[in-house]
Structure formats: C-alpha cells, structure tokens
C-alpha cells in the first residue's frame, strides 16, 4: 500500500501566512497601487471624453410581393417555354422576390449608388471635399495621380457597410434596416432615404424588364402565326402589362415601411460610465501586479535609472 498524504494543519497554517505576506505586501505598497490607479482611471476619462457620441436611427419594413406572376398550375406550364425565352417569372415566388429585394439592399451597386446621391461620401470624407468649389481635392502625394479624386468606392462601401445594418426576422417576415452615425438627424435621413433608394431601383428595373419582355413577345407575335404561341403572348404580355401597372402606381414597391426612422435622442455609445469603471478595474489590477512585479524588474532597470539620476544632477 502506498501512503497518501492529507492536508495538515501546519500547511493550512503555511497557506494562512503567505496569503497574510501577500495582503500586508499590498497594503505596506498602497501608495503605489492608489497612483497606477489613479493615472489610468484618469486616462480612462479621458479616452470616454474624445470618444465621438454614435446615434442608431431604425426603419422597420415589410418586403411586398414585386411580381403578379400568372401562378403554379397548367396556365403556366403551359407557357413555361416561352417565358423562359423571354426572361419572365411565372411563379410569382415570395420568398424569392424578398432574398432579392434583400440581397439588393445589401449590395454593392446599390450602396454605392446610393452614397453618391445622397451625398454620404461628402460626409464620410469631409476632409477631402472642398465645400467652396464642391469638388473633391487633390489628396495624392505629388499633387497629380491617374488615381480619380476623391475617396475609393471601395473601402467607401466597406466603410458604409460598417455603419449599416439589415435584419430580417423570418417569423414576422419584417425587416430592420439600422443605421449607426455621430450625426443623429443624418442617422435618421439615411435610414429613411436608402430604403426609398432601394424602392426606386427595383421599381426602375421592374419596368425595364417588364418592357423589353413585352417587346420580345410582340416580335415572336409577328413571327408566328400558330394561334396557340399568339395566345400564349398574349397573355404573357398581359402580365408583363400588369407588372408595369403595379411597378409605375406603387411608391413603396419591394419594402413597405411599417415604423420610419425618427431622429434619435439617446446616443448608443459609448458609455462614457462603463469606460470609467474598467479603466479603474484595470488600474487596479495594474498596481497589484506591479507591486509583485516590482523586485524582478527594479534590479534590470535600476542602473538605467541611476544613470539618469547622475547626468541630472551635473
């Protein structure tokens, strides 16, 4: 049998007196301690000071059917050849119609557009736009590039998709589309004029497609005297015409805003409070390892003080 060895009173005792070494360690050096906590609890105020104030302005909206569509059953596979030479959908799939309205809203393109029209990049890169001359300066090194003035479409998408968020809530079949900024009246007006920008596009294209659909039916009409394909155009075109109608008569065409977006009055951040406490956590925690860190490091840093201390006194 081997012997195991059970804990002790004069190890408990031991435990005892080094936790007791350690606390009077920590009060004989709370002068220290009191001043790496303070300096960083200061540096922390000071950090939430600067800090720039950031606004959330939401708009709550619903995706809408874009597309009548003739429906499922013998109508249209009956014309689903056709249709398909043409480019239009038969099926009128909600959910398809959504992803895409979604997916646009999200895009690149879009974004991009966007931000040009309503003058976002103006805003984001301020300091590379000259107010005066409404003109974008000459940012390159030797005063002249091949590089286009002003900021990167790029990294201006990036950037914005940073600031932009879209969630979509499948069980309410409601979208959110957020935006956080400094400025919380800007917050709210792009909110509410990207979703409008989003509306107009798909509305534009609705059309367009709806359009040079209807002329390729009119000329497979001229093409073929079968009375089955003039029926088929026919009714084809019948609902390229009614997506037309829809799409020129509906403002609010792929989203219906439910709840518009209102000009916050509460910043979302920072919390200039909750940066204060973990600046004086953290100074805390500093002073306390610096206290037990001290006798290691003194003796390497030590002659590097003297040094000075000797060229100061001369």
Same mark, same amino acid.
């Given at each position: ?200 596009? $798909? &509305? ?9 659909? !209807? +002329?390729?039916? @009119? =000329?497979?009409?001229? *093409? ?68 037990? $860190? &001290? ?9 590097? !003080? +003297?040094?000075? @201390? =000797?060229?100061?006194? *001369?």
């Amino acid at each position: 049998m081997t012997d195991t060895k059970t804990p002790n009173s004069t190890d408990r005792q031991d435990d005892e007196i080094d936790l007791t070494a350690l606390w009077r360690k920590l009060v004989e050096r709370k002068k220290m301690i009191a001043q790496v906590t303070a300096v960083t609890t200061v540096l922390a105020v000071i950090y939430a000071l600067i800090l720039p104030p950031v606004y959330r302005a939401q708009v709550l909206v619903m995706p809408l059917s874009q597309e009548p569509g003739i429906g499922a059953g013998p109508l249209a596979s009956q014309y689903s050849d056709l249709a398909a030479l043409a480019g239009i959908n038969l099926s009128g799939n909600a959910d398809a119609q959504t992803q895409r309205a979604l997916a646009t809203l999200k895009s690149r393109a879009l974004t991009q557009s966007f931000m040009k029209e309503a003058g976002v990049l103006q805003v984001m890169y301020s300091s590379m736009w000259d107010e005066k001359t409404k003109t974008w300066k000459d940012t390159s090194w030797f005063g002249s590039s091949d590089k286009p003035a002003g900021p990167s479409m790029e990294g201006a998408y990036r950037a914005f998709d940073g600031i932009r968020t879209v969630q979509f809530d499948r069980k309410t079949n409601l979208t959110t589309v957020i935006i956080d900024w400094g400025d919380p009246k800007l917050a709210a007006q792009w909110a509410n004029q990207l979703v409008k920008h989003v509306n107009a596009k $798909l &509305q534009g294209d609705a059309i367009k497609d709806a359009e040079r659909n !209807i +002329d390729y039916l @009119r =000329k497979q009409l001229a *093409k073929n005297a079968t009375v089955e394909i003039q029926q088929a155009s026919y009714n084809l075109i019948e609902a390229q015409m009614k997506t037309i109608m829809v799409a020129s008569t509906r403002e609010d065409y792929a989203f219906k805003v439910i709840d518009p977006a209102v000009v916050p009055e509460q910043k979302l951040k920072p919390s200039r409070r909750l940066v204060v406490m973990v600046g004086f956590i953290l100074g805390l925690m500093a002073g306390m390892a610096a206290v037990f $860190l &001290q006798p290691h490091i003194q003796p390497h840093v030590q002659p590097y !003080i +003297d040094k000075w @201390r =000797k060229k100061k006194s *001369k």
